[in-house]
């Protein structure tokens, strides 16, 4: 098999060893109860991913590119390319962990057959929005000061304006903030 081919099957292979990672992960997390939220999960195998990666991309390719210049080049690639593949199985994960959906279908199928009426009561929209709360809170992404909530680490802000920076680019409508603030 040609050189490069290999090199490209390997790079596509990403999404796998985050996924075998992360069983190894949660499994690890939850027998000894360490108590890190999923999602987090799923980053830290994300950035370990990149030793394994890295050792078998050198050993089946970049350690034959003849050039310094070609070497930066190629790392700089693989780079891309595994992070860009490790942040699409990341959403497909919290896609999963968190869209209703994909609960309603697992709801649907558990059961056989629900009739909306059946459904309806576990969309509480309080519910689902303390779940989230609950969530950013445990990945340390906001926290409670006196009733109010808080950015604490910005790291999924961060994300949150660069995937609306490139909503703009696309020509998508920014997102709009919408809250009550009323007079104390």
Not at 10 to 36: E, M, N, Q
Not at 64 to 91: D, K, M
Not at 125 to 146: G, T, V, Y
Request: charged share 15%; aromatic share 14%.
């Amino acid at each position: 098999m040609d050189l490069m081919l290999r090199y490209l099957i390997l790079l596509a292979c990403t999404p796998l060893l985050v996924f075998i990672l992360h069983i190894v992960a949660v499994r690890i997390s939850v027998r000894y109860k360490f108590g890190i939220a999923n999602q987090i999960i799923v980053i830290i195998c994300s950035f370990i991913g990149h030793m394994p990666m890295a050792a078998v991309l050198w050993m089946v390719y970049l350690r034959h590119i003849a050039t310094p210049v070609e070497l930066i080049w190629a790392v700089f690639y693989s780079l891309i390319v595994y992070n860009a593949l490790a942040y699409s199985y990341f959403h497909v994960f919290n896609m999963s962990e968190t869209a209703r959906r994909i609960r309603i279908l697992y709801e649907i199928y558990t059961s056989k057959q629900l009739k909306a009426s059946d459904i309806a009561p576990l969309y509480n929209a309080n519910d689902m929005l303390n779940s989230r709360l609950e969530r950013l809170l445990s990945m340390k992404q906001i926290k409670l000061s006196h009733d109010r909530y808080l950015l604490d680490r910005r790291l999924l802000y961060y994300a949150a304006r660069i995937v609306a920076w490139w909503g703009c680019i696309l020509g998508f409508p920014p997102p709009q903030v919408v809250y009550n603030r009323t007079k104390q």
